[in-house]
């Protein structure tokens, strides 16, 4: 058998440092959350309850653990603390994350329903391959989360680590949901931005393109997989007749008899092999969210440059008015002009006070300006530096899991090898 | 070799084992036999076709001598052979003849041999599948007794297989080799004078017409026998019954065989796909994209890789399997011959037991000539099987063999590319950090 079976918890450590990239060096740099704490999440169980809508149903909660990094250093064997927490609620917490943190790139949740499968491959929800990956995949999500500089230092990141009861409603007290924009908000400042930054453009076209390479390889991969499947499978058919061959021969018989044990074997082996790639490719689905992470940055940038664009257009236009109104010059065409000409101007009080709404009006629109500049630049200058620190993190994390590939392949060519030469003894002792 | 202990004849003829010399023993001793011993046709080995002494005796000699070889032979008997031999034949170079009438190929029969038989100790002659036809056919009728080797399928197809491609030519010439080397170390068939013809004589066409009457003939003395088999010895039977079954197991093995190579081929359209995923999103990154040009060239190496396999499996391994299909009908044929043979003669004997009730006449010398043809055939088939079994049980552990290296050689091809990226990659890593650190 090749090597013993692996616990879940093995196997994620085993594939931890490729999953979340979290190195001594990374815990050094800044005080993140992870320095302090250690993290997992340790189990996953199907509980029973009712839903919103006061219905049966089936789900599954998830155990996060916590434990005082200094307990560990000093390798007290502190028991952790630990909560269950469902997925709805990270999703919940990356929600609010995403509100609150506009322009970081916010790592995203492992997928919430099994997509590019390979027909092996459950497509349920409930598959024990299919929630063990996702225990991996929220542990990921958490250590990224905690070791992040901005992030980590989040007092609902904390909640959620260690209240059990209660968080949501803290969450929900932070109003984070009214600050949220809207969809049509935002797809609109897409198509009316002016003068957005050329960098974030750029940055969006990227996003675009990984999430488009990221997508096509998935689902390249899977079909892959498949295919390979059939491949090893159909050499077990040579294990059955080369056995039914051996018993009519003399001397032939056990070398052919062994030997189709071999292929059996061979048909065996692409189990383990698919299963391990399978991790490779939630690394890449990880970048596939990510891309849409990324992208959001971007976009928030284009609604808080329109924002600006449009506040500054709006006091421009009041400038304007009250030149016109104070001037009695008419430099472009308006209603209001029209009316005068036809209808005579209106009283003298009348204009004062037009006049001294417009100068309020001007005043308020000078602040708004001011305010959206600073939003705008503000969310332009941490977008950037956490853009560059995903952009290396990234190339970091895909580079290691290209490699990895690499050593995966290897293995498999490997066994191959193993299992034909196997064979090959047995048909020369034919 | 001395003269008590032949071993790689088996004879066929009538004369007790001992008196049989090998053919590179003492020549002069091979020369007085033809000249002062008899005179009467016969193989070239000394052996008279037909004699009236009794069979039995030396028959028996014959399978004790076989039984002996092959307990005392644990060894390859291939091997064996390969140290005794002294004639060998190959099959190679072939060329297209384009004539008016028509197109065909030709392949070059070359024969090296330390045989008194041959005037010459090495030949060159051209040959077209038609001679090999032609061979096949006089050693049939020489040989009623003995297991000739088959060939390659005489028919194909216009319009579905090329006759002409690169392929087909070579998967031929391959198996007519094969054919030629089986006669050629045949102990009685090696020794037939038509097969020194074919091997010697430049122009064959003078014979061709032949080959038509004799093929003729044949089919006349089948359907004139028509005798009804009584009861067919167990060992026959059993050779029948294992035969059927070889040939269902190669039947499944030749489906699997093909069913893995439709597998593959579809595999590698998809691995081909994938591939090229890598290299387009290489396009839009900058520090990921030798990594990722890597990993997609490494994908196009093993997809060559892949091809070459599926090639080497069609090429190499499919037709010797069919090949042997033909191999089990040429011996399930003298398996049926022997059956008429036996007919004949008990139909024969039955009808001589009645008139020598009615009128005391001896047993006709007819009845005898059965018997001893029948005798003979079941030894000289006797002696096929063990030789065809042995040849089977080679030629498989080859065929497998060569089917495991093939997927060996295949992995060891992708494991290289994959490694030399890991190093590629890794020298790259090591590079960026001590820049880093400096």
Known sequence: QPGAELSPRELSLRFLPMLCGVTAQMLEEGSTLLRRMEICVAEAEKRNGKNTVNMQETFTVYLVETRPMDAVAEGRNQAPDSLWRRYSEFELLRNYLLVTYPYIVVPPLPEKRAEFVWHKLSADNMDPDFVERRRVGLENFLLRVASHPVLSNDKILHHFLIEEHGWKEVVYETGFQAKADSRLRALSA?????????????????????????????????????????????????????????????????????????????????????????????????????????????????????????????????????????????????FKGMTNKLFGQEAPEQREARLKLLEDLIAEGEEDVQEKTVECGEHVERAWVDMHRFKEQKDKDLREALINYAVMQISMCKKGIQMWSNAKECFLKM | ????????????????????????????????????????????????????????????????????????????????????????????????????????????????????????????????????????????????????????????????????????????MKALDKFLKRVADHPVLSFNPHLNTFLTTKDLNKRQGLALLSKVGESVKHVAGGYKLRARPAEFGAMGEYLDTFNQKLGTIDRIAQRILKEQSEYLTELREYGTVYSSWAGSEDELRRPLEGVGGCVTTCCGALEDLGDGMSQDILPVLREYVLYIESMKSVLRKRDQSQAEYEGRLEAAVLRKQEDRTPMPLEVEKCQDKVECFNADLKADWERWQSNKRHDFKQLLTGMADKNINHYEKCQAAWESLITLLQDKQTEDKTSETN
Not at chain 1, 192 to 205: G, I, L, Q, S, T
Not at chain 1, 283 to 306: D, G, I, M, P, S
Not at chain 1, 326 to 331: E, L
Request: proline share 4%.
């Open chain 1, 190 to 334: 897409t198509f009316r931005v002016r003068n957005p930054d050329k960098r974030f453009m750029e940055m969006k076209h990227y996003s675009d393109e990984l999430q488009s390479h990221t997508s096509q390889l998935l689902r390249a991969r899977a079909r892959v997989a498949d295919r390979l499947y059939g491949v090893y499978k159909v050499h077990g058919n040579y294990g059955r007749v080369f056995s039914e061959w051996s018993a009519m021969e003399k001397e032939m018989g056990d070398g052919l008899q062994s030997a189709g044990h071999h292929m059996d074997a061979y048909a065996a082996s692409i189990d383990d092999i698919l299963e391990e790639e399978e991790h490779y490719a939630d690394q890449l689905k990880e970048y596939l969210f990510y891309a849409e992470a990324l992208r959001a940055v971007c976009r928030k940038h284009e609604l808080t440059q329109f924002e600006f664009e449009m506040a500054s257009q709006e006091l421009v236009s009041k400038k304007q008015q009250h030149e016109e109104l104070s001037t009695g010059i008419v430099r472009t065409f308006s």
């Open chain 2, 1 to 172: 070799m001395s003269v008590g202990a032949p071993r790689s004849l088996a004879s066929s003829g009538q004369k007790p084992i001992a008196e049989i010399l090998h053919p590179l023993s003492a020549a002069e001793e091979q020369l007085s036999v033809t000249v002062g011993g008899d005179k009467e046709a016969g193989l070239t080995n000394g052996t008279p076709v037909e004699t009236s002494s009794p069979a039995s005796t030396s028959s028996l000699l014959n399978r004790l001598q076989l039984d002996d070889d092959l307990e005392a032979d644990i060894r390859d008997p291939y091997a064996e052979a390969a140290e005794t031999r002294d004639l060998f034949v190959t099959v190679d170079d072939p060329k297209k003849h384009v004539s008016t009438m028509e197109t065909y190929i030709t392949y070059r029969v070359s024969t090296k041999t330390s045989r008194v038989e041959f005037d010459l100790p090495e030949y060159c002659v051209r040959r077209r599948y038609q001679d090999f036809d032609w061979l096949r056919i006089k050693l049939e009728d020489s040989q009623p007794t003995h297991l000739i080797p088959p060939l390659p399928e005489k028919f194909v197809m216009k319009g579905v297989v090329d006759r002409f491609s690169e392929d087909f030519v070579e998967t031929r």
